[in-house]
């Protein structure tokens, strides 16, 4: 299993991206995915969450202004950022609670939010 992320970059303040993370392999279903970030110096903090049911959880940080959403015919997640500030810099790492197998993470995308 390997869960593979796409959609970091370089965005100034106000603006918008949006991140996804398929997850490839040979699975049985997927229980909750999400997004975690860490910025330099600083520990890995939950950014928002989702279960197989479509139920939503954000940290505080970006309620309201990001949104978390899935397709599971794809296995996929996605994180869309809107009004994004200088502190939302980070590496925003995917995560998914494989059934059968456990959790596994991604690589890892970097998100840089500078004028």
């Known amino acids: 299993v390997q869960l593979q992320a796409y959609g970091g970059g370089l965005v100034q303040p106000g603006g918008s991206l949006r991140l996804s993370c398929v997850v490839f392999g040979s699975i049985f279903g997927i229980n909750a995915m999400g997004w975690y970030r860490q910025a330099p110096g600083k520990a890995r903090e939950m950014v928002a969450v989702?279960?197989?049911?479509?139920?939503?959880w954000y940290g505080g940080a970006v309620k309201g202004r990001f949104t978390i959403s899935r397709d599971n015919a794809k296995n996929t997640v996605y994180l869309q950022m809107n009004s994004l500030k200088p502190e939302d810099t980070a590496a925003y790492y995917c995560?998914?609670?494989?059934?059968?197998?456990?959790?596994?993470w991604g690589q890892g995308t970097l998100v840089t939010v500078s004028s």
């Open positions: 989702i279960s197989s049911g479509g139920g939503t």
């Open positions: 995560n998914a609670q494989i059934r059968r197998t456990g959790e596994h």
